[in-house]
Structure formats: structure tokens, C-alpha cells
């Protein structure tokens, strides 16, 4: 496993995205979150990821509380990260949340408790305010943003009275904003960008494409218009690419797709996984090493692929379930 190490914290390349944990929306079912769940957990440590990234609002606390139920006697193996829900984040809302994502976790500490969402009607400042009170009680270690704009990023640091270690935002080869500005500013400050949806749900694991007999994609992935048909007819050139540099590597698309996302400085991803094979396949793409000519190729495959989006596509593929 690669780390990063940035703002005094030494990160997994490739952590542990939970948000799938508990949650009715993907729907893995009980057993899952009863066991399954739990497994993957401890193989992730086992493989040494570090970061394991939940949220309060990820089936109302469900989440976290598996995440600490699965890391008893395993605390100092994990970089914890929450995230507060921005609904009314006053700076004592924020407070009393932390407390209560801490307790839920089981743990003394959250190692990188996050924003989630900015609120454009609650003042940065008084939410960062709760946050630099939970850290100078020892509640929280490290303070990050998610969803992000630079320039909120930046008034966050202000706001804070201290750097933000990180940004988390969604970023893959079919999401490239972040490379506007996040990423070069995060490598020259010594912050990360945590990469969420790294496999765009797993768009780009080539698992689901326009050929008769590909699976139908369910849950979550049902109502996102990435997986209409019409796209998937888009991104066979992309999907293609990730195969044949896959095969080269003797890897899977996926993990190629994972490998692009953290071959950037400061960059590290978080995928969710559906079993204990899956958290394995996505460990081993920390150690992929992509060439710069594989790197263009992917660029270039990305940057042709103009998957249709906005209401249309979302109405399409809602109609499609």
C-alpha cells in the first residue's frame, strides 16, 4: 500500500468509501450490513488502508456505528474520517454532531471530520468555529471540507484559523473538475483531495455496458444517468481503453480506473465495496503503476467521452427502471 503524507497525516492511496454501509439506498441487504460489512472492514486494515471514510448521514448513523463496531481492537490501524450533514451547521449544532458521530464510532477522536455539503445560508465562519472547538477539545485531529470550491476551500483555512487538510469531491475519469484548480492547489499546500466515486459508481469497471446480456444496473445506479444506454454506447471508447490497458497490466478495468484517480499528487480515492474480494482488487491498484504514454491515452479517452446529462438524462433513466 502507498500513502500520502500531507498536513502531518499519512493517508492510504486507496481507502474505504462506507457510504454503502447500512444504507437501504444501495441495496445490499441485511446480511450485509450484519457481517459482510464488518468483513470488509477488517480486510481493508488487513491490506493496510487506513482511511475509512462514513458520514451521520449515511442511514442516519448506521454507518458509522458498523464502522466502530467493526474497528474494536483495531482503533490505532484506522485514519477515521465523518462528515457533519450541513443543516443548520451553527457552530454548536456542530459540536453537539461531532460528540455524537464520535460516540456512535466508539472512539475518542475522529482523525479527519469533514463538512459535507457547503450551506449557502449558514456563515462559513460560524461553522468552522464548531469545528476548531471539537479540535481544540481533542474531539477532532484533523478539520476537511468536502464538495468544495477552491475559494471556499481557501475561506475555510481563513475561517479556521488553520490549514483544512482536505477536500473531498467527486473525481474519476468521467469527472475531471477538480483538476481545474483543487489538485495543483492541494499538492503545493500540503493538503489531499479525497477522490469520491473514483469508479463513478462503478460505471467504469466495465461491468455494465450496451451489448445484449450486459447486467442491468439496480439500486443506487439505476436512477444515474451515466448507466442509460445511450451513454454506455458513449463510453465504449473509454470502457475499451481501461480494457486493453487493463489486459497489458494483466489488472481489471477497475483497478486501472483507481490507478489514474491516485497517480495524481495529493490524490487519494475512496471506492466502496460490495464484498471482501472487491476491497482486495481495490487495494492492489495502489501498486499499479501507470506509464505516461497509459496516462495520456486515458486523458484523451476521457476527454472524448460526453456522457448526455442534466434533467433529461436523470427522467430517462428513471423511466428506464
Known sequence: ????????????????????????????????????????????????????????????????KIVGQALAGRRREALVASKVFPVMPLAAVVQQRGRASAR???????????????????????????MRSLRDAGVVDHVGVSNFSLGRWQEADVALGSPVLSNQVQYSLVQRKPEKELLDWAAANDRIVIAYSPLAQGFLSGRYRATAGSPRPGGMRASNALFQTENLEKGEGLL???DRIAAAHQ???????????????????????????????????????????????????????????????????????
Not at 5 to 17: P, T
Not at 31 to 44: P, R
Not at 301 to 312: H, I, K, L, M, W
Open 251 to 321: 489488472a481489471k478495468p477497475a483497478q486501472v480506473a483507481l490507478a489514474w484517480v491516485v497517480q495524481h499528487p495529493n490524490v487519494v480515492a475512496i471506492p466502496g465495496a460490495s464484498s471482501v474480494a472487491q476491497v482486495e482488487s481495490n487495494a492492489q491498484a495502489a501498486d499499479l503503476q501507470l506509464s505516461g504514454d497509459e496516462m495520456v491515452e486515458l486523458d484523451e479517452a476521457s476527454g472524448a467521452f460526453d456522457p448526455e446529462t442534466g434533467p433529461t438524462a436523470m427522467i430517462k433513466a428513471r423511466l428506464r427502471r
Open 104 to 130: 456512535r464510532l466508539g472512539i475518542e477522536q475522529i482523525d479527519l471530520y469533514q463538512v459535507h455539503w457547503p450551506n449557502p445560508v449558514v456563515p462559513l465562519g460560524t461553522t468552522m468555529r464548531g
Open 240 to 242: 475499451s481503453t481501461l
Open 1 to 64: 500500500m502507498r500513502y500520502v503524507e500531507a498536513g502531518g497525516a499519512r493517508v492510504s492511496v486507496i481507502g474505504l468509501g462506507t457510504w454503502q454501509f447500512g444504507s437501504r439506498e444501495w441495496g445490499y441487504g441485511a446480511s450485509y450490513a450484519e457481517g459482510e460489512a464488518g468483513a470488509i472492514l477488517q480486510k481493508a486494515l488487513d491490506l493496510g488502508i487506513n482511511l475509512i471514510d462514513t458520514a451521520e448521514i449515511y442511514a442516519f448513523g448506521r454507518s458509522e
